[in-house]
């Protein structure tokens, strides 16, 4: 899904500029609202859907395998990669430049999808490096700990190092070659 509907007119992106930095992107509509939800749900927060024509179709276990499969050089299915496009708004509003990392944490608030940016690195699963490209822990799902490494005590890790996201976003800005904002 390479549309970027995070840039249609009637999606909001509100800036709140206060000691955490919050924007606020709103949907116009029910079917606009659900692609948020399954775009962010996998990565950034759990959704629970009532019925099987609402879920993702990226589960965690696909969500983990895609990651996987790139860090081992092997091919994934692109049918389950994210969009992800709303980080060229996030890093417009907030006039992020090369060089910087920014932190934040993306949660659900009915329809809308509020990213809180802070300053304190050990709070955020996300971050966008220092590259202008999208990283975040990945969850690892309990079907998947044999896949990874244990710590010390042979405990399995729960969520990967940040690492950057296979979505389109950061496949566009790999391709065109560009570190910087797109226009």
Request: proline fraction near 5%.
């Amino acid at each position: 899904m390479t549309e970027n509907f995070y840039e249609r007119e009637d999606v909001t992106f509100e800036f709140i500029e206060d000691d955490n930095n919050i924007i606020r992107i709103s949907p116009p509509n029910p079917e606009i609202a659900l692609l948020f939800q399954r775009d962010f749900s996998p990565l950034c927060f759990t959704t629970y859907y009532e019925n099987e024509e609402d879920d993702p179709s990226m589960t965690p276990e696909n969500l983990f395998d895609i990651h996987h499969a790139v860090s081992k050089g092997r091919a994934y299915n692109e049918e389950h990669i994210l969009n992800h496009y709303w980080i060229d708004r996030v890093k417009t509003m907030i006039n992020w430049v090369q060089g910087t990392e920014v932190y934040f944490q993306a949660l659900s608030d009915e329809d809308t999808i509020v990213i809180a940016i802070y300053t304190n690195p050990t709070t955020c699963s996300h971050k966008i490096d220092v590259d202008g490209f999208y990283c975040s822990g990945i969850r690892i799902p309990a079907s998947r700990f044999h896949m990874t490494d244990t710590i010390l005590d042979n405990t399995p890790k729960i969520i990967t190092g940040y690492q950057r996201v296979v979505c389109w976003y950061n496949m566009n800005l790999e391709d065109e070659g560009s570190q910087y904002i797109f226009k």
